[in-house]
T-cell receptor, first 108, second 113 residues
Framework: GIQVEQSPPDLILQEGANSTLRCNFSDSVNNLQWFHQNPWGQLINLFYIPSGTKQNGRLSATTVATERYSLLYISSSQTTDSGVYFCAVENYGQNFVFGPGTRLSVLP | ETGVTQSPTHLIKTRGQQVTLRCSSQSGHNTVSWYQQALGQGPQFIFQYYREEENGRGNFPPRFSGLQFPNYSSELNVNALELDDSALYLC????????????FGEGSRLTVL
């Protein structure tokens, strides 16, 4: 089945810094989502982005489907951005497969 | 618009018992998927239900079973609980089978002693 890798596994930032999270996948996909898991466990949708670029406030994402990767950019990070960020991909009718996540800690 | 809701939020069981977790899908969604998330890992796909039938299953034993009802709500049943079943169980709904964006509930945290 499709493999999903995320990097870095852990990231510590000072408040106000910018960061880039990466998601690599091993096969072509028709769906890709980025999620933020809050401390209570809920997965919050950030982006549904099988291709192209999207922006939502301080967050933006780019997926280059032909090169099998997606990037999540966080600018001017805040302590509330802390948590685990997951990339999940779907391979044409199969189930969504999640990466191992990037654990982000934003220090005040 | 009502989001995905799950119950119970927390529960404790002992090894060998059975558990039922419940999920109400988001309004307008007819597909429900269940995921298991062990501590420190990404969610793992258990199965998906579409129009009251199982529509895909991950690498989980038969003691993990499910149902979907005519109102698109769903149940996850786990028999003969094992210690390794301790995890966060997440339900997601989507507008259609296989191609839809996933929307997750808050999860049910199961502890097996």
């Amino acid at each position: 089945g499709i493999q999903v890798e995320q990097s870095p596994p852990d990231l510590i930032l000072q408040e106000g810094a910018n960061s880039t999270l990466r998601c690599n996948f091993s096969d072509s996909v028709n769906n890709l989502q980025w999620f933020h898991q809050n401390p209570w466990g809920q997965l919050i949708n950030l982006f549904y982005i099988p291709s192209g670029t999207k922006q939502n406030g301080r967050l933006s994402a780019t997926t280059v489907a032909t090169e099998r990767y997606s990037l999540l950019y966080i600018s001017s990070s805040q302590t509330t951005d802390s948590g685990v960020y997951f990339c999940a991909v779907e391979n044409y009718g199969q189930n969504f497969v999640f990466g191992p996540g990037t654990r982000l800690s934003v220090l005040p | 618009e009502t989001g995905v809701t799950q119950s119970p939020t927390h529960l404790i069981k002992t090894r060998g018992q059975q558990v039922t977790l419940r999920c109400s899908s988001q309004s307008g969604h007819n597909t429900v998927s269940w995921y298991q998330q062990a501590l420190g890992q990404g969610p793992q796909f258990i199965f998906q239900y579409y129009r009251e039938e199982e529509n895909g299953r991950g690498n989980f034993p038969p003691r993990f079973s499910g149902l979907q009802f005519p109102n698109y709500s769903s149940e996850l049943n786990v028999n003969a609980l094992e210690l390794d079943d301790s995890a966060l169980y997440l339900c997601a709904s989507s507008p259609w089978s296989g191609t839809g964006e996933l929307f997750f509930g808050e999860g049910s945290r199961l502890t097996v002693l």
